[in-house]
Protein backbone atom coordinates (compact mmCIF):
# COMPACT_ATOMS: atom_id res chain seq x y z
CA UNK A 1 0.00 0.00 0.00
CA UNK A 2 1.49 3.07 -0.67
CA UNK A 3 2.07 6.11 1.26
CA UNK A 4 0.40 8.18 -0.93
CA UNK A 5 -2.81 8.84 -0.84
CA UNK A 6 -5.56 10.47 -3.04
CA UNK A 7 -6.28 14.25 -2.84
CA UNK A 8 -5.43 15.65 0.57
CA UNK A 9 -2.17 13.61 0.83
CA UNK A 10 0.74 15.79 2.01
CA UNK A 11 3.38 14.19 -0.64
CA UNK A 12 1.53 14.67 -3.93
CA UNK A 13 1.79 11.79 -6.72
CA UNK A 14 5.38 10.70 -7.80
CA UNK A 15 5.32 12.24 -11.22
CA UNK A 16 6.52 10.23 -14.35
CA UNK A 17 10.04 11.56 -15.98
CA UNK A 18 9.89 11.89 -19.28
CA UNK A 19 12.77 10.20 -20.41
CA UNK A 20 14.61 12.97 -22.43
CA UNK A 21 15.01 14.77 -19.24
CA UNK A 22 18.40 14.83 -17.33
CA UNK A 23 18.52 14.20 -13.93
CA UNK A 24 20.01 17.00 -11.63
CA UNK A 25 22.22 14.85 -9.47
CA UNK A 26 22.87 11.30 -10.99
CA UNK A 27 24.45 10.08 -8.16
CA UNK A 28 21.75 10.96 -5.60
CA UNK A 29 19.27 9.56 -8.23
CA UNK A 30 21.08 6.50 -8.02
CA UNK A 31 21.39 5.78 -4.29
CA UNK A 32 17.08 5.93 -4.74
CA UNK A 33 16.04 2.87 -5.86
CA UNK A 34 12.39 1.29 -6.12
CA UNK A 35 13.49 -0.67 -2.97
CA UNK A 36 10.92 -2.88 -0.76
CA UNK A 37 11.07 -3.12 2.87
CA UNK A 38 11.85 -6.21 4.83
CA UNK A 39 10.49 -8.35 7.89
CA UNK A 40 13.05 -8.30 9.72
CA UNK A 41 13.02 -4.99 12.36
CA UNK A 42 16.66 -4.25 13.18
CA UNK A 43 17.33 -4.83 8.73
CA UNK A 44 14.68 -2.17 8.63
CA UNK A 45 16.25 0.00 10.94
CA UNK A 46 19.89 -0.25 9.34
CA UNK A 47 18.24 0.35 6.30
CA UNK A 48 17.06 3.85 6.88
CA UNK A 49 19.88 4.68 9.15
CA UNK A 50 22.60 3.73 6.34
CA UNK A 51 20.45 6.42 4.10
CA UNK A 52 20.06 9.00 6.86
CA UNK A 53 23.34 8.12 8.43
CA UNK A 54 25.66 10.81 9.60
CA UNK A 55 22.82 13.30 10.80
CA UNK A 56 22.55 12.96 14.93
CA UNK A 57 19.05 14.44 14.73
CA UNK A 58 18.07 11.18 13.81
CA UNK A 59 16.29 9.54 16.51
CA UNK A 60 15.47 5.96 17.08
CA UNK A 61 12.95 4.68 19.32
CA UNK A 62 12.65 0.68 20.50
CA UNK A 63 9.57 -0.85 22.41
CA UNK A 64 7.66 -3.05 22.88
CA UNK A 65 4.13 -4.24 24.30
CA UNK A 66 3.77 -5.16 28.38
CA UNK A 67 1.53 -7.87 27.28
CA UNK A 68 2.53 -9.73 24.04
CA UNK A 69 6.71 -9.56 24.18
CA UNK A 70 6.15 -10.54 20.51
CA UNK A 71 5.25 -7.30 19.23
CA UNK A 72 8.49 -5.42 19.33
CA UNK A 73 8.46 -1.76 17.99
CA UNK A 74 10.39 1.02 16.61
CA UNK A 75 9.46 4.60 15.42
CA UNK A 76 11.76 6.75 13.69
CA UNK A 77 11.76 10.33 13.38
CA UNK A 78 13.85 13.22 13.11
CA UNK A 79 14.22 15.09 16.02
CA UNK A 80 12.88 19.13 16.43
CA UNK A 81 10.27 18.25 13.58
CA UNK A 82 7.91 16.53 15.60
CA UNK A 83 5.28 16.77 18.95
CA UNK A 84 6.79 14.69 21.46
CA UNK A 85 3.50 15.17 23.35
CA UNK A 86 1.79 13.46 20.22
CA UNK A 87 4.23 10.80 19.67
CA UNK A 88 4.03 9.65 23.42
CA UNK A 89 0.11 10.01 24.13
CA UNK A 90 -1.02 8.88 20.34
CA UNK A 91 1.46 6.29 19.92
CA UNK A 92 3.80 5.34 22.33
CA UNK A 93 1.62 5.07 25.47
CA UNK A 94 -1.26 3.16 23.15
CA UNK A 95 1.48 0.26 22.22
CA UNK A 96 2.46 0.26 25.61
CA UNK A 97 -0.69 -0.55 27.67
CA UNK A 98 -2.78 -2.09 25.29
CA UNK A 99 -3.67 -5.48 26.11
CA UNK A 100 -2.52 -7.32 22.84
CA UNK A 101 -2.83 -11.05 23.85
CA UNK A 102 -1.59 -14.58 22.04
CA UNK A 103 -5.43 -15.02 20.07
CA UNK A 104 -4.43 -12.40 17.60
CA UNK A 105 -3.00 -13.72 14.82
CA UNK A 106 0.37 -12.79 13.69
CA UNK A 107 -0.91 -11.37 10.28
CA UNK A 108 -2.99 -9.46 11.45
CA UNK A 109 -1.35 -7.66 14.34
CA UNK A 110 -0.21 -4.39 12.71
CA UNK A 111 -3.97 -4.13 11.53
CA UNK A 112 -5.02 -4.50 15.10
CA UNK A 113 -2.50 -1.76 15.83
CA UNK A 114 -3.49 0.59 12.75
CA UNK A 115 -7.25 0.65 13.65
CA UNK A 116 -7.35 -0.09 17.12
CA UNK A 117 -4.33 1.01 19.24
CA UNK A 118 -2.89 3.80 17.52
CA UNK A 119 -5.03 7.07 17.75
CA UNK A 120 -3.99 9.66 15.13
CA UNK A 121 -6.08 11.23 12.33
CA UNK A 122 -3.79 10.36 9.70
CA UNK A 123 -2.03 7.17 9.75
CA UNK A 124 -1.36 5.33 5.90
CA UNK A 125 1.03 2.27 5.42
CA UNK A 126 3.86 1.87 2.81
CA UNK A 127 6.64 -0.62 1.45
CA UNK A 128 8.25 1.51 -0.49
CA UNK A 129 11.53 2.21 1.58
CA UNK A 130 12.23 6.12 -0.35
CA UNK A 131 8.51 7.00 0.46
CA UNK A 132 9.40 6.08 4.05
CA UNK A 133 12.47 8.37 4.04
CA UNK A 134 10.78 10.96 2.52
CA UNK A 135 8.33 11.09 4.90
CA UNK A 136 10.85 11.10 7.52
CA UNK A 137 12.43 14.20 6.43
CA UNK A 138 8.97 15.80 6.03
CA UNK A 139 9.07 15.27 9.47
CA UNK A 140 6.31 12.39 10.13
CA UNK A 141 6.96 9.62 12.33
CA UNK A 142 7.31 6.23 10.71
CA UNK A 143 6.37 3.02 12.96
CA UNK A 144 8.06 -0.14 12.24
CA UNK A 145 6.60 -3.88 13.82
CA UNK A 146 9.08 -6.88 13.48
CA UNK A 147 7.91 -9.34 11.12
CA UNK A 148 6.34 -6.64 8.76
CA UNK A 149 7.67 -5.67 5.71
CA UNK A 150 4.88 -2.85 5.89
CA UNK A 151 5.17 1.10 8.03
CA UNK A 152 2.96 2.95 8.83
CA UNK A 153 3.51 6.90 8.54
CA UNK A 154 2.16 8.81 11.15
CA UNK A 155 1.52 12.71 11.38
CA UNK A 156 3.29 14.20 14.29
CA UNK A 157 5.13 17.30 12.48
CA UNK A 158 5.62 20.28 14.79
CA UNK A 159 7.04 23.39 14.01
CA UNK A 160 7.24 27.00 14.68
CA UNK A 161 4.84 28.94 12.27
CA UNK A 162 4.71 32.73 11.87
CA UNK A 163 1.49 34.33 12.96
CA UNK A 164 -1.05 35.40 10.66
CA UNK A 165 -0.83 39.20 10.25
CA UNK A 166 -1.65 42.19 7.66
CA UNK A 167 1.26 41.69 4.62
CA UNK A 168 3.33 44.79 4.85
CA UNK A 169 3.46 45.07 1.03
CA UNK A 170 -0.62 44.76 0.64
CA UNK A 171 -1.99 47.52 3.38
CA UNK A 172 -5.68 48.71 3.15
CA UNK A 173 -7.72 50.73 4.27
CA UNK A 174 -11.31 48.30 4.37
CA UNK A 175 -11.18 44.92 4.04
CA UNK A 176 -9.71 41.86 5.18
CA UNK A 177 -6.56 42.31 7.60
CA UNK A 178 -5.06 38.54 7.20
CA UNK A 179 -2.12 37.54 5.43
CA UNK A 180 -0.63 34.08 4.18
CA UNK A 181 2.26 32.67 6.11
CA UNK A 182 5.10 30.34 5.01
CA UNK A 183 2.66 27.28 5.95
CA UNK A 184 1.10 25.68 3.50
CA UNK A 185 -1.67 24.01 5.15
CA UNK A 186 -2.40 26.94 7.16
CA UNK A 187 -2.72 29.23 3.53
CA UNK A 188 -5.13 26.36 2.51
CA UNK A 189 -7.25 26.94 5.67
CA UNK A 190 -7.09 30.55 4.95
CA UNK A 191 -8.74 29.84 1.49
CA UNK A 192 -10.88 27.37 2.77
CA UNK A 193 -12.57 29.40 4.94
CA UNK A 194 -13.70 31.82 2.31
CA UNK A 195 -14.65 29.17 -0.13
CA UNK A 196 -16.93 27.08 1.37
CA UNK A 197 -18.23 25.17 -1.62
CA UNK A 198 -17.46 21.12 -2.76
CA UNK A 199 -16.34 22.20 -5.45
CA UNK A 200 -12.99 24.09 -4.28
CA UNK A 201 -10.12 21.43 -5.43
CA UNK A 202 -6.45 20.71 -4.31
CA UNK A 203 -4.01 18.95 -6.45
CA UNK A 204 -0.33 18.73 -4.38
CA UNK A 205 2.72 17.82 -6.14
CA UNK A 206 6.58 17.62 -4.60
CA UNK A 207 8.79 19.89 -7.02
CA UNK A 208 12.35 19.94 -6.13
CA UNK A 209 14.70 16.26 -5.83
CA UNK A 210 16.52 17.83 -2.96
CA UNK A 211 14.13 20.13 -1.18
CA UNK A 212 11.03 18.20 -1.70
CA UNK A 213 8.73 21.58 -1.64
CA UNK A 214 4.91 21.06 -1.81
CA UNK A 215 3.16 22.59 -4.17
CA UNK A 216 -0.58 22.56 -3.80
CA UNK A 217 -2.78 23.82 -6.99
CA UNK A 218 -6.03 25.34 -6.25
CA UNK A 219 -9.39 25.62 -8.47
CA UNK A 220 -13.17 25.70 -8.71
CA UNK A 221 -14.05 22.62 -10.98
CA UNK A 222 -17.32 24.27 -12.97
CA UNK A 223 -15.46 27.61 -13.34
CA UNK A 224 -12.24 27.03 -14.50
CA UNK A 225 -10.61 26.23 -17.72
CA UNK A 226 -9.71 23.20 -18.38
CA UNK A 227 -7.03 23.89 -20.98
CA UNK A 228 -5.54 26.51 -18.55
CA UNK A 229 -5.70 23.51 -15.90
CA UNK A 230 -4.06 20.89 -18.60
CA UNK A 231 -1.44 23.72 -19.53
CA UNK A 232 -0.48 24.12 -16.09
CA UNK A 233 -0.35 20.67 -15.13
CA UNK A 234 2.34 20.16 -17.95
CA UNK A 235 4.11 22.84 -17.27
CA UNK A 236 4.73 22.13 -13.66
CA UNK A 237 5.64 18.13 -14.49
CA UNK A 238 8.13 19.91 -16.71
CA UNK A 239 9.68 21.75 -13.81
CA UNK A 240 13.00 19.51 -13.14
CA UNK A 241 15.51 21.27 -10.48
CA UNK A 242 17.17 20.27 -7.29
CA UNK A 243 15.31 22.78 -4.83
CA UNK A 244 12.30 25.23 -4.62
CA UNK A 245 12.69 27.76 -2.17
CA UNK A 246 10.35 30.19 -2.83
CA UNK A 247 7.40 30.78 -5.54
CA UNK A 248 9.28 33.43 -7.17
CA UNK A 249 11.11 29.92 -8.44
CA UNK A 250 7.61 28.73 -9.80
CA UNK A 251 6.98 31.47 -11.04
CA UNK A 252 9.86 31.77 -13.26
CA UNK A 253 9.53 28.74 -14.50
CA UNK A 254 5.88 27.89 -15.33
CA UNK A 255 5.92 31.82 -17.19
CA UNK A 256 5.06 32.87 -20.44
CA UNK A 257 7.44 35.55 -22.25
CA UNK A 258 10.22 34.55 -20.01
CA UNK A 259 12.45 37.50 -21.38
CA UNK A 260 9.57 40.33 -21.33
CA UNK A 261 9.68 42.72 -18.21
CA UNK A 262 6.09 42.64 -17.80
CA UNK A 263 4.70 39.65 -15.58
CA UNK A 264 2.27 36.97 -16.50
CA UNK A 265 1.85 35.06 -13.75
CA UNK A 266 0.28 37.15 -10.34
CA UNK A 267 0.96 36.62 -6.80
CA UNK A 268 -0.39 38.19 -3.82
CA UNK A 269 -0.01 37.47 0.03
CA UNK A 270 -3.43 38.32 1.01
CA UNK A 271 -6.20 35.33 0.82
CA UNK A 272 -9.31 37.27 -0.19
CA UNK A 273 -6.83 38.81 -3.08
CA UNK A 274 -6.62 35.00 -4.09
CA UNK A 275 -10.34 33.71 -3.26
CA UNK A 276 -11.18 36.49 -5.80
CA UNK A 277 -9.37 34.72 -8.21
CA UNK A 278 -10.15 31.98 -7.69
CA UNK A 279 -14.01 32.40 -7.86
CA UNK A 280 -13.39 34.16 -11.63
CA UNK A 281 -11.97 31.01 -12.63
CA UNK A 282 -8.55 31.64 -12.23
CA UNK A 283 -5.60 28.99 -10.57
CA UNK A 284 -3.36 29.51 -7.76
CA UNK A 285 -0.14 27.77 -6.48
CA UNK A 286 0.67 27.54 -2.77
CA UNK A 287 4.19 26.90 -2.44
CA UNK A 288 5.24 25.25 1.02
CA UNK A 289 7.56 28.03 2.63
CA UNK A 290 6.46 30.78 0.78
CA UNK A 291 3.74 33.60 1.83
CA UNK A 292 2.87 34.79 -1.55
CA UNK A 293 0.17 32.36 -3.56
CA UNK A 294 0.67 32.92 -7.38
CA UNK A 295 -2.14 33.01 -9.40
CA UNK A 296 -2.45 32.29 -12.98
CA UNK A 297 -3.38 33.59 -16.15
CA UNK A 298 -2.39 37.07 -15.42
CA UNK A 299 -3.37 40.02 -17.48
CA UNK A 300 -1.79 43.62 -17.66
CA UNK A 301 -5.17 45.10 -16.29
CA UNK A 302 -4.81 44.17 -12.68
CA UNK A 303 -1.84 45.65 -12.05
CA UNK A 304 -3.89 48.63 -12.01
CA UNK A 305 -6.44 46.96 -9.46
CA UNK A 306 -6.41 46.71 -5.71
CA UNK A 307 -8.73 44.13 -3.44
CA UNK A 308 -9.78 47.44 -1.77
CA UNK A 309 -11.53 48.44 -4.99
CA UNK A 310 -13.93 46.05 -4.64
CA UNK A 311 -14.79 47.13 -0.98
CA UNK A 312 -15.10 50.69 -1.53
CA UNK A 313 -18.12 52.96 -3.75
CA UNK A 314 -17.63 52.18 -7.15
CA UNK A 315 -16.82 55.98 -7.81
CA UNK A 316 -13.85 55.71 -5.79
CA UNK A 317 -12.82 52.58 -7.04
CA UNK A 318 -13.03 53.40 -10.96
CA UNK A 319 -10.96 57.02 -9.80
CA UNK A 320 -8.30 55.28 -7.74
CA UNK A 321 -7.47 53.25 -10.68
CA UNK A 322 -7.59 55.93 -13.22
CA UNK A 323 -4.84 57.25 -11.22
CA UNK A 324 -3.07 53.91 -10.91
CA UNK A 325 -2.87 53.90 -14.73
CA UNK A 326 -2.10 57.42 -15.41
CA UNK A 327 0.93 57.41 -12.87
CA UNK A 328 2.22 54.39 -14.52
CA UNK A 329 2.14 55.86 -18.06
CA UNK A 330 3.35 59.21 -16.54
CA UNK A 331 5.96 57.61 -14.75
CA UNK A 332 7.56 55.71 -18.21
CA UNK A 333 6.54 58.53 -20.79
CA UNK A 334 7.71 61.84 -18.47
CA UNK A 335 11.13 62.02 -18.89
CA UNK A 336 11.27 60.72 -22.33
CA UNK A 337 8.99 63.53 -23.32
CA UNK A 338 10.98 66.15 -21.72
CA UNK A 339 14.40 64.97 -23.04
CA UNK A 340 13.02 64.81 -26.53
CA UNK A 341 11.23 68.32 -26.33
CA UNK A 342 14.03 70.30 -24.52
CA UNK A 343 16.67 68.66 -26.93
CA UNK A 344 15.39 68.59 -30.49
CA UNK A 345 11.91 70.39 -30.39
CA UNK A 346 12.15 73.20 -28.29
CA UNK A 347 9.63 75.28 -31.00
CA UNK A 348 7.25 73.67 -28.77
CA UNK A 349 7.61 75.12 -25.63
CA UNK A 350 6.60 78.41 -24.81
CA UNK A 351 9.51 81.35 -25.01
CA UNK A 352 9.08 82.09 -20.93
CA UNK A 353 9.23 78.18 -20.41
CA UNK A 354 11.96 77.78 -22.75
CA UNK A 355 14.54 80.38 -21.17
CA UNK A 356 13.68 79.02 -17.74
CA UNK A 357 14.73 75.54 -18.99
CA UNK A 358 17.94 76.72 -20.86
CA UNK A 359 18.80 78.95 -18.03
CA UNK A 360 18.73 75.90 -15.79
CA UNK A 361 21.37 74.61 -18.14
CA UNK A 362 23.96 77.18 -17.91
CA UNK A 363 27.13 75.55 -16.66
CA UNK A 364 25.79 71.73 -16.49
CA UNK A 365 28.79 69.60 -18.56
CA UNK A 366 26.69 66.82 -18.99
CA UNK A 367 23.90 66.32 -22.16
CA UNK A 368 20.02 65.94 -20.79
CA UNK A 369 20.04 62.01 -21.56
CA UNK A 370 23.13 61.46 -19.22
CA UNK A 371 21.83 63.59 -16.52
CA UNK A 372 18.49 61.53 -16.90
CA UNK A 373 20.42 57.90 -16.91
CA UNK A 374 22.29 59.31 -14.16
CA UNK A 375 19.57 60.18 -11.87
CA UNK A 376 17.26 57.67 -12.94
CA UNK A 377 20.26 55.43 -11.84
CA UNK A 378 20.90 56.90 -8.81
CA UNK A 379 16.66 57.00 -7.62
CA UNK A 380 17.05 53.61 -7.90
CA UNK A 381 19.96 52.66 -6.07
CA UNK A 382 18.68 55.00 -3.09
CA UNK A 383 15.06 53.52 -3.39
CA UNK A 384 16.89 50.07 -3.24
CA UNK A 385 19.33 50.71 -0.26
CA UNK A 386 16.58 51.71 1.56
CA UNK A 387 14.18 48.54 0.83
CA UNK A 388 17.54 46.23 2.02
CA UNK A 389 18.53 48.54 5.56
CA UNK A 390 16.38 48.42 8.71
CA UNK A 391 13.23 49.57 8.75
CA UNK A 392 14.21 52.72 11.54
CA UNK A 393 16.84 53.65 9.20
CA UNK A 394 15.75 53.43 5.67
CA UNK A 395 13.00 56.04 5.39
CA UNK A 396 15.61 58.32 6.46
CA UNK A 397 18.47 57.07 4.21
CA UNK A 398 15.86 57.80 1.88
CA UNK A 399 14.58 60.79 2.38
CA UNK A 400 18.18 62.72 3.36
CA UNK A 401 19.84 61.04 0.40
CA UNK A 402 17.39 62.19 -2.12
CA UNK A 403 17.50 65.34 -0.34
CA UNK A 404 21.46 66.15 0.44
CA UNK A 405 22.28 64.01 -3.20
CA UNK A 406 19.43 66.28 -5.27
CA UNK A 407 21.04 70.06 -3.75
CA UNK A 408 24.48 69.12 -3.99
CA UNK A 409 23.83 68.21 -7.72
CA UNK A 410 21.85 71.18 -8.14
CA UNK A 411 24.92 73.52 -6.83
CA UNK A 412 27.82 71.54 -8.21
CA UNK A 413 26.31 71.92 -11.73
CA UNK A 414 26.13 68.35 -12.46
CA UNK A 415 22.57 68.72 -13.56
CA UNK A 416 19.88 71.01 -14.08
CA UNK A 417 16.52 71.64 -11.20
CA UNK A 418 13.99 70.48 -13.64
CA UNK A 419 15.45 67.06 -14.25
CA UNK A 420 15.72 66.69 -10.53
CA UNK A 421 12.41 67.21 -10.40
CA UNK A 422 11.32 65.07 -13.51
CA UNK A 423 13.46 62.13 -11.70
CA UNK A 424 11.77 62.59 -8.17
CA UNK A 425 8.33 62.80 -9.73
CA UNK A 426 8.83 60.14 -12.23
CA UNK A 427 10.28 58.05 -9.23
CA UNK A 428 6.71 59.02 -6.80
CA UNK A 429 4.97 57.67 -9.68
CA UNK A 430 6.47 54.46 -9.77
CA UNK A 431 5.39 53.49 -6.45
CA UNK A 432 1.46 54.28 -6.76
CA UNK A 433 1.63 50.77 -8.32
CA UNK A 434 4.99 48.68 -7.38
CA UNK A 435 3.88 45.80 -8.81
CA UNK A 436 5.04 46.70 -12.08
CA UNK A 437 8.47 48.14 -10.71
CA UNK A 438 10.07 45.76 -13.07
CA UNK A 439 8.32 46.37 -16.44
CA UNK A 440 8.59 50.59 -15.09
CA UNK A 441 12.27 50.76 -14.91
CA UNK A 442 13.20 49.45 -18.22
CA UNK A 443 10.57 50.82 -20.54
CA UNK A 444 11.21 54.25 -18.94
CA UNK A 445 15.26 53.35 -20.03
CA UNK A 446 13.97 52.28 -23.05
CA UNK A 447 11.89 55.14 -23.79
CA UNK A 448 15.01 57.80 -22.86
CA UNK A 449 16.84 55.96 -25.09
CA UNK A 450 15.04 55.91 -28.09
CA UNK A 451 13.67 60.30 -27.00
CA UNK A 452 17.65 60.77 -27.09
CA UNK A 453 18.01 59.24 -30.79
CA UNK A 454 15.10 60.72 -32.63
CA UNK A 455 13.56 63.19 -30.31
CA UNK A 456 9.80 62.81 -29.98
CA UNK A 457 9.32 60.53 -32.96
CA UNK A 458 11.45 57.99 -30.58
CA UNK A 459 8.94 58.21 -28.48
CA UNK A 460 5.86 57.53 -30.39
CA UNK A 461 7.91 54.60 -32.19
CA UNK A 462 9.16 53.64 -28.88
CA UNK A 463 6.27 53.54 -27.50
CA UNK A 464 4.58 51.46 -30.06
CA UNK A 465 6.65 48.66 -30.06
CA UNK A 466 6.05 48.46 -26.59
CA UNK A 467 1.99 48.21 -27.42
CA UNK A 468 3.15 45.56 -30.31
CA UNK A 469 5.09 43.17 -27.64
CA UNK A 470 1.95 43.66 -24.94
CA UNK A 471 -0.35 42.57 -28.36
CA UNK A 472 1.49 39.60 -28.71
CA UNK A 473 1.76 37.98 -25.13
CA UNK A 474 -0.38 35.21 -23.64
CA UNK A 475 -0.51 34.35 -20.05
CA UNK A 476 -1.24 30.31 -20.60
CA UNK A 477 -3.42 31.47 -23.63
CA UNK A 478 -5.41 34.61 -22.73
CA UNK A 479 -4.31 37.69 -24.38
CA UNK A 480 -2.53 39.81 -22.25
CA UNK A 481 -4.60 42.75 -23.36
CA UNK A 482 -7.60 41.32 -23.10
CA UNK A 483 -9.53 43.77 -20.90
CA UNK A 484 -8.46 46.40 -23.24
CA UNK A 485 -9.15 44.94 -26.57
CA UNK A 486 -12.77 43.52 -25.17
CA UNK A 487 -13.29 47.22 -23.64
CA UNK A 488 -16.91 47.05 -25.03
CA UNK A 489 -17.79 43.90 -23.43
CA UNK A 490 -18.59 43.10 -20.24
CA UNK A 491 -14.92 41.74 -19.37
CA UNK A 492 -14.01 45.92 -19.75
CA UNK A 493 -17.02 46.20 -16.65
CA UNK A 494 -14.17 45.68 -14.05
CA UNK A 495 -10.70 46.57 -15.76
CA UNK A 496 -9.03 50.04 -16.25
CA UNK A 497 -12.45 51.02 -14.34
CA UNK A 498 -14.69 49.01 -11.76
CA UNK A 499 -19.28 49.08 -12.40
CA UNK A 500 -21.09 48.52 -10.27
CA UNK A 501 -21.53 45.34 -8.38
CA UNK A 502 -25.08 44.70 -9.75
CA UNK A 503 -24.08 44.98 -13.34
CA UNK A 504 -21.17 42.67 -13.12
CA UNK A 505 -23.29 39.51 -13.84
CA UNK A 506 -20.93 37.57 -15.69
CA UNK A 507 -17.70 36.65 -15.48
CA UNK A 508 -14.94 36.95 -18.18
CA UNK A 509 -15.25 34.38 -20.62
CA UNK A 510 -12.12 33.16 -21.83
CA UNK A 511 -10.95 33.17 -18.19
CA UNK A 512 -13.84 31.13 -16.84
CA UNK A 513 -15.30 30.03 -20.40
CA UNK A 514 -17.36 26.93 -18.46
CA UNK A 515 -19.73 28.86 -16.51
CA UNK A 516 -19.91 32.41 -17.01
CA UNK A 517 -22.81 33.70 -14.51
CA UNK A 518 -22.00 35.51 -11.81
CA UNK A 519 -24.84 36.32 -10.34
CA UNK A 520 -28.58 36.88 -10.84
CA UNK A 521 -30.25 40.58 -10.27
CA UNK A 522 -33.41 40.74 -9.21
CA UNK A 523 -36.37 42.21 -11.12
CA UNK A 524 -36.42 45.42 -8.91
CA UNK A 525 -32.54 46.09 -8.86
CA UNK A 526 -31.02 48.79 -10.21
CA UNK A 527 -29.10 48.19 -13.67
Not at 116 to 137: P, Q, W
Request: proline letters at 4%; one cysteine or more; glycine letters at 6%.
Amino acid sequence: MSIINSGDSMFGKDKKKKSGNNNIDSESNKSKQDKELGKSLEDNINLVKSILSDDETLVVRRFQNKFLKAAKCCIIYFDGMVNQLIINESIIKPVLDSNLTQDISANNLLEELQFKVLVNNYLVSSRNVDSVVDAIICGDVVFFLDGYDEALVIRANDWEKRAITEPESERLMRGPREGFTESLETNLVLLRRRIKCPLFKTEFRVIGQRTRTKVCVCYISDIVSLNILNELRRRLDDINIDGIIDSGYIQELIRDEPFSPFCTVGYSERPDVVAAKLLEGRIAIIVDGSPAVLTVPYIIVENAQANEDYYNNYILASFNRFIRTTATISAVTIPAVYMAIVTYHQEMLPTPVLLSFSASRQGVPFPTALSFFIMLLIFDILREAGARMPLSIGQAINIVGALVLGEAAINAKLVSAPVIVITAVSGILTLLNARMLTAIIFTRFFLLFMASILGIYGVIFGFLIIVLHLSSMRSFGVPYLLSITRITDHDGQDSWIRAPWWTMTLRPKIIAARNLVRQTVGKNRRR
